[in-house]
């Protein structure tokens, strides 16, 4: 924990002054000290103006995200006990897409369509929570089967939209939203979408303990006197909030969820005491990583979902071959 909370502040010192305009490790340090100590100038005006105005906000959107999605895939993987089981379980992130589509269509407003984005998401999973109600078998398969049905079918109404859209302006903006990316992040968006995402964080965090029931069956559950399946819906429904807020911040970004807290978990065990801690940090230096590469190593950004998907899926290939050949 301790190594990567240091790899996480020097990561983030390192982002601020990486770009087309470099600033050195120790003017990151004194500019952003400054209000608070009152260090003598020696900076230029200009450097000051592009780290507050431009790259603080992008690099705490980036933490805030990749801690996000990190914690969220953590959760879903312990409720459905499923190390596979990734953040858009229960057709978060569809739902979300199709949210800020129809806003896109709409010609809303950035915030328009952020509030759009996250009103899709909670309505997907309302629906997917609502259908194993509505068959009378409230189990966890069903559960994730229902997620499969909305995701599938939040899949298909995303489709004509992209069909009815206009092919000069709203498709380029949709599909872009599709791919993630930071580079429109202003401080109003972290003040918006922050508050429900830390708020969020710090409930599951101080509920870690509980979820570790969750690897019970709901009778064992009972019989030490816990509630797993009013358990169980609390923690979906704040890793909900979490993955939602988090793509009306970036837009859709996969991998996250999946692969880091599978990592975490080789790393520190299934016990989510620890667990959860150690995701939101790595989540967060993963994240941070990903955008200041997809900034710095092009003239054109790269869209985030492309570079998670290129170094993610490579080193979950290699996790399942490490785990497998631990198992033999």
Same mark, same amino acid.
């Given at each position: 924990m301790l190594l990567f909370l240091f790899l996480l502040a020097a990561m983030t010192v390192f982002s601020i002054g990486s770009g087309r305009f470099d600033i050195g490790p120790g003017d990151v340090v004194k500019i952003l000290c400054h209000p608070l100590l009152g260090i003598e100038r020696t900076w230029s005006e200009q450097a000051e103006n592009v780290i507050f105005s431009l790259r603080l906000p992008r690099v705490l959107a980036a933490v805030m995200i990749g801690a996000a999605l990190s914690l969220s895939g953590a959760a879903y993987q312990s409720v459905f006990k499923n190390p596979l089981v990734a953040p858009d379980m229960l057709g978060v992130s569809s739902g979300a897409c199709v949210g800020a589509s129809v806003c896109i269509l709409l010609g809303l407003s950035q915030l328009g369509i952020q509030v759009g984005a996250f009103c899709g998401g909670l309505l997907a999973v309302s629906v997917a929570v609502m259908i194993p109600r509505i068959v009378?078998? +409230?189990?966890?398969?069903?559960?994730?089967?229902?997620?499969? !049905?909305?995701?599938?079918?939040?899949?298909? $109404?995303?489709? *004509?939209?992209?069909?009815?859209?206009?092919? #000069?302006? #709203?498709?380029?903006? *949709?599909?872009?939203?599709? $791919?993630?990316?930071?580079?429109?992040?202003?401080?109003? +968006?972290?003040?918006? +979408?922050?508050?429900? !995402? !830390?708020?969020?964080?710090? !409930?599951?965090?101080?509920? =870690?303990? =509980?979820? +570790?029931?969750?690897? $019970?069956?709901? #009778? #064992?559950?009972?019989m030490l006197g816990h509630n797993a399946v009013l358990i169980r819906y609390a923690v979906i429904f704040c890793a909900t909030v979490l993955t939602a807020s988090s793509v009306c911040i970036s837009g859709t970004v996969g991998w996250i969820g999946l692969v880091v807290p599978h990592f975490a978990r080789m790393l520190v065990g299934p016990n989510n005491q620890r667990l959860l801690p150690l995701a939101v940090v790595m989540g967060a230096l993963f994240l941070l990583v990903v955008d200041t590469l997809s900034r710095t190593t092009m003239n054109a950004e790269i869209p985030l979902s492309i570079l998670t998907g290129l170094i993610g899926a490579p080193f979950y290939f290699y996790l399942l071959i490490r785990q497998r050949m631990a198992v033999v």
């Open positions: 009378g078998r +409230n189990t966890v398969v069903m559960l994730v089967l229902a997620g499969i !049905i909305v995701g599938g079918f939040m899949s298909s $109404l995303l489709g *004509i939209i992209k069909y009815v859209a206009d092919t #000069e302006t #709203e498709l380029p903006i *949709i599909t872009y939203w599709q $791919l993630g990316s930071l580079t429109s992040v202003m401080w109003g +968006n972290l003040l918006y +979408n922050g508050l429900p !995402i !830390i708020a969020c964080a710090m !409930i599951m965090l101080f509920l =870690r303990w =509980r979820m +570790n029931i969750l690897m $019970l069956s709901d #009778e #064992e559950a009972h």
